[in-house]
T-cell receptor, first 112, second 116 residues
């Protein structure tokens, strides 16, 4: 069975500080991992993905994520948070690109 | 390029009425997904199509829900009759199954449904 866990409902960080949003996954076969961001009253926007290759992937708006196979994790990171990064973040996993399983989401609050 | 286009953006309807949600996928995309988002259950995959053919509808909650994709550029999700517990945001998403962007799904802005 495929699943994604986002253990934190909410993450609070001060502007300018580094941020991490956690994600762990369970999948049979090779994991394909994604991060999406959702702003209020909007759809989900693609941020970045890991398919194969380098474990550190870089995406939009200065975000990056590190694939860790041994810990089955794919945490989202950014070196310096902006107030405008405040949003809902979703991790997703797929093993065949037909079905994508999303986590419950983590609300990121960046305070000035 | 235009993204995934959904209509209506907002719908308020009375219990028992038929609701039809519409989706136009990104041109050239050949997989289409319908998701439902609620506070309680998060994002749920309802159904997905490959090349206009329904592949997996195991997420469709009840017989009151149906989805069609008559051609590559249009899909509908219908609820008949609607119930208050169907209130949610319904997202359509699409993916191109070949090429360098084959493995990423792109979402529309959602249809916000309220059944009273």
């Amino acid at each position: 069975a495929q699943s994604v866990a986002q253990p934190e409902d909410q993450v609070n960080v001060a502007e300018g500080n580094p941020l991490t949003v956690k994600c762990t996954y369970s999948v049979s076969g090779n994991p394909y991992l994604f991060w999406y961001v959702q702003y209020p009253n909007r759809g989900l926007q693609f941020l970045l993905k890991y398919i194969t290759g380098d474990n550190l992937v870089k995406g939009s708006y200065g975000f990056e994520a590190e694939f860790n196979k041994s810990q089955t994790s794919f945490h989202l990171k950014k070196p310096s948070a902006l107030v405008s990064d405040s949003a809902l973040y979703f991790c997703a996993v797929s093993h065949n690109f037909n079905k994508f399983y999303f986590g419950s989401g983590t609300k990121l609050n960046v305070k000035p | 390029d235009a993204g995934v286009i959904q209509s209506p953006r907002h719908e308020v309807t009375e219990m028992g009425q038929e609701v039809t949600l519409r989706c136009k996928p990104i041109s050239g995309h050949n997989s289409l997904f319908w998701y439902r988002q609620t506070m309680m259950r998060g994002l749920e995959l309802l159904i997905y199509f490959n090349n206009n053919v329904p592949i997996d509808d195991s997420g469709m909650p009840e017989d009151r829900f149906s989805a069609k994709m008559p051609n590559a550029s249009f899909s509908t999700l219908k609820i008949q009759p609607s119930e208050p517990r169907d209130s949610a945001v319904y997202f359509c998403a699409s993916r191109k199954r070949q090429g360098p962007l084959q493995n990423t799904i792109y979402f529309g802005e959602g249809s916000w449904l309220t059944v009273v």
